[in-house]
């Protein structure tokens, strides 16, 4: 296992805490996205959330975020839109290289990976921060959607933007530097060291690892698909697994919905379990029995700025 960075003392956290960021992507895909995590932050089940800005419901959420400035708030840096019946486009128009022949970001990262022109992802990032911004946002935190910035199925990744961007602006970044206890391999690990050493360069704060689980149910559509039990002994292990340093868990929580059920392919069942995981009894029990310690970004934000005044 990855020594944990220095992060947690420099935050100030008790040697050996075990520190978590329960952050909810996806804010303002839907009304469905908004419903649930407004719920969840306004009721602290969750340390932060990200805004995708170009999608169609993310008025809604920019209005929320800008009455809101205590909360956790980050931009979810767009380049992808997967879903088949409901899609999103960039910022920056259709006359670049981050759409497809309907004009519409691509739905596969690896396509963002082989054609996007650094140059445009460039200006979509920024577009799309700066839209935040200009609505009132107090943003806290960058991260991605898909993780179409990380060169992960190619290996051409767009992290220098993004650092550029988050070093710009005073914000830290969703990336590891660790991919411990997710099974990854050295060759993984290798590409985070030299993008960890690229986010120090910059002076972006990231965390020291970055967990999640299954993004779609176990058997989903069958006779054996994983229940909501099911679901939360998963989380509960997963919480119960947290090692020192910090450690940023997502998830997806929305409401199951007829609208939700009409923008997505799949996972809508998982994403109705989230939303109930994150107020369950049982979760809540595990978080404070094993000690886990909340963070939010505003908390490396703060730290970050704190180096260049």
């Known amino acids: 296992m990855t020594v944990p960075s220095d992060l ?10 075990r520190a978590i960021i329960l952050n909810a992507d996806d804010f303002g895909m839907c009304h469905a996205a908004n419903t649930a995590i407004v719920d969840l932050l306004t009721a602290g089940r969750i340390d932060s959330t990200t805004l995708m800005v170009p999608c169609s419901w993310s008025p809604e959420a920019l209005a929320f975020a800008a009455s809101r400035t205590d909360l956790d708030i980050g931009v979810h840096l767009v380049l992808t839109s997967e879903w088949s019946r409901y899609r999103w486009r960039p910022l920056t128009g259709t006359s670049t290289t981050l759409v497809d022949a309907d004009g519409f970001f691509p739905a596969d990262t690896a396509v963002v990976e082989r054609t996007a022109a650094d140059a445009d992802v460039a200006a979509e990032i920024a577009a799309q921060l700066q839209a935040a911004l200009d609505a009132g946002v107090d943003v806290t935190h960058l ?3 898909m993780g179409s ?6 290996g051409r990744d767009f992290l220098r933007p993004v650092f550029e961007l988050a ?3 005073g914000l830290p970044f969703r990336l590891p530097r660790s991919m411990d206890g997710v099974g990854a391999d050295a060759a993984l690990q290798a590409k985070l060291d030299e993008a960890a050493a690229g986010a120090d360069a910059a002076g972006v704060e990231i965390v020291d690892r970055l967990w999640s689980h299954p993004f779609e149910l176990l058997g989903e559509g069958t006779d054996g698909e994983e229940t909501y039990e099911q679901v939360r002994e998963g989380f509960v ?14 998830l997806h929580p929305m409401v ?8 997505v392919d799949y996972g809508a069942a998982k994403r109705g379990y989230e939303q109930r995981l994150l107020s369950d009894p049982v979760v809540l029990q595990a978080i404070e029995d094993e000690a886990l310690v909340r963070v939010g970004w505003r908390d490396l934000r703060d730290l970050q700025r704190s180096r260049i005044r």
């Open 237 to 250: 292990a997963l919480l119960r697994a947290v090692p020192a340093g910090l450690t940023e868990i997502y």
């Open 167 to 169: 070093a710009r602006h």
């Open 143 to 145: 991260d991605n959607h």
């Open 8 to 17: 947690a003392d420099r935050l100030g956290l008790a040697p050996g805490a």
């Open 256 to 263: 199951d919905d007829e609208e939700l059920r009409a923008a």
């Open 149 to 154: 910035v990380y060169g992960l199925l190619t």
